[in-house]
């Protein structure tokens, strides 16, 4: 996509919210593991609209989960219980994407849907300040 700095901002945010809704049909169809690969993305997409918006452009998915931290968690301009979950939906997300013989459960994916949705408004809103 070309476009502003704005335009892919706005854009990756409404890409997190989609997701975010991606996650809840799977939820409602019990596919865990796919639930838990939505909910991470949906939390990567606000990530990294909130890293472009602070001229941060990370290439990977580790680079993204580091600068989030370094900027963002470590300095205290966001709770840590959101870069622990974060970094527990990136553990995860790799876990049922590419462990063999491994499935989750309702029990440990229903939790993450709060704080997620939270997540996402918390960045929107930091964003539009």
Not at 1 to 22: S, V
Not at 37 to 55: C, Q
Not at 90 to 96: A, D, E, L, Y
Not at 102 to 126: A, L, T, W
């Amino acid at each position: 996509m070309t476009g502003t700095k704005n335009e892919l901002i706005n854009y990756r945010i409404a890409r997190a919210k989609d997701t975010y809704d991606d996650a809840s049909i799977l939820a409602e169809r019990e596919k865990w593991n796919s639930t838990i690969n939505r909910l991470y993305y949906a939390a990567y997409y606000a990530v990294m609209a909130l890293l472009l918006d602070s001229d941060l452009k990370p290439t990977t998915h580790n680079g993204a989960k580091s600068n989030f931290s370094e900027y963002f968690i470590k300095t205290g301009k966001i709770d840590s219980k959101y870069g622990k979950m974060y970094s527990q939906l990136f553990t995860w997300r790799q876990k049922g994407d590419y462990d063999d013989l491994f499935d989750f459960h309702k029990d440990n994916v229903e939790p993450y849907f709060e704080p997620v949705n939270d997540f996402i408004s918390m960045i929107e809103s930091m964003i539009q300040k």
